[in-house]
T-cell receptor
Framework: GNSVTQMEGPVTLSEEAFLTINCTYT??????LFWYVQYPGEGLQLLLK?????DKGSNKGFEATYRKETTSFHLEKGSVQVSDSAVYFC????????????FGTGTLLAVQP | DARVTQTPRHKVTEMGQEVTMRCQPI?????VFWYRQTMMQGLELLAY????????DSGMPKDRFSAEMPDATLATLKIQPSEPRDSAVYFC??????????????FGPGTRLTVL
């Protein structure tokens, strides 16, 4: 079945460091891919998405490219800020009538000043 | 600014009591999801609805949990009787599926449930 694997955290970085959070997926067909972010005490929010191979999603300085050949959707940011500290979830949406999302386990990012 | 709302935001109850959590999805969305989040299990899908019909509730303990959509503006998740292991944050999310195109899900702020 469909699944998402993302790197375990916590990831601890200093402010202005480069961020990569790895995400790989297993799916039949051509899923849509998403990154969600959850700030402390809040629900998940969509950060970015890509709906087909080679698409690049971007938002708030974060980027991720849909790589079909490596089944990956790694999240990157060139210079992190303390305010980026949160839990990041990679997810895929199976093609079908349900719009069901399959989430990875989440990666906690802690950015220190 | 359309958003999913959930009530209550926090609930503390004693074991054996009934708990009802409510969700108002974004107007016009045709899918609704209930998730449970704990430190140990992470994010689990409990149930989802399309056009108010339950499509899958296989993630939900059937003996004590029930989910309904009495109308398009209200989704409910009930636990009866509640147990300490039900302590978690429960999220509702809504989304729109049109012709197989997958838009994102919009999450509510969650209900933090503590069962003593």
């Amino acid at each position: 079945g469909n699944s998402v694997t993302q790197m375990e955290g916590p990831v601890t970085l200093s402010e202005e460091a480069f961020l990569t959070i790895n995400c790989t997926y297993t799916a039949t067909g051509y899923p849509s891919l998403f990154w969600y972010v959850q700030y402390p005490g809040e629900g998940l929010q969509l950060l970015l998405k890509a709906t087909k191979a080679d698409d690049k999603g971007s938002n708030k300085g974060f980027e991720a490219t849909y790589r079909k050949e490596t089944t990956s959707f790694h999240l990157e940011k060139g210079s992190v800020q303390v305010s980026d500290s949160a839990v990041y979830f990679c997810a895929l949406s199976d093609r079908g009538a349900t719009n069901k999302l399959i989430f990875g386990t989440g990666t906690l990012l802690a950015v220190q000043p | 600014d359309a958003r999913v709302t959930q009530t209550p935001r926090h609930k503390v109850t004693e074991m054996g009591q009934e708990v009802t959590m409510r969700c108002q999805p974004i107007l016009g969305h045709n899918t609704v999801f209930w998730y449970r989040q704990t430190m140990m299990q992470g994010l689990e899908l409990l149930a989802y609805f399309r056009n108010r019909a339950p499509l899958d509730d296989s993630g939900m303990p059937k003996d004590r949990f029930s989910a309904e959509m009495p109308d398009a503006t209200l989704a409910t998740l009930k636990i009866q009787p509640s147990e300490p292991r039900d302590s978690a944050v429960y999220f509702c999310a809504s989304g729109l599926v049109l012709g197989g195109f997958h838009n994102e899900q919009f999450f509510g702020p969650g209900t933090r449930l503590t069962v003593l």
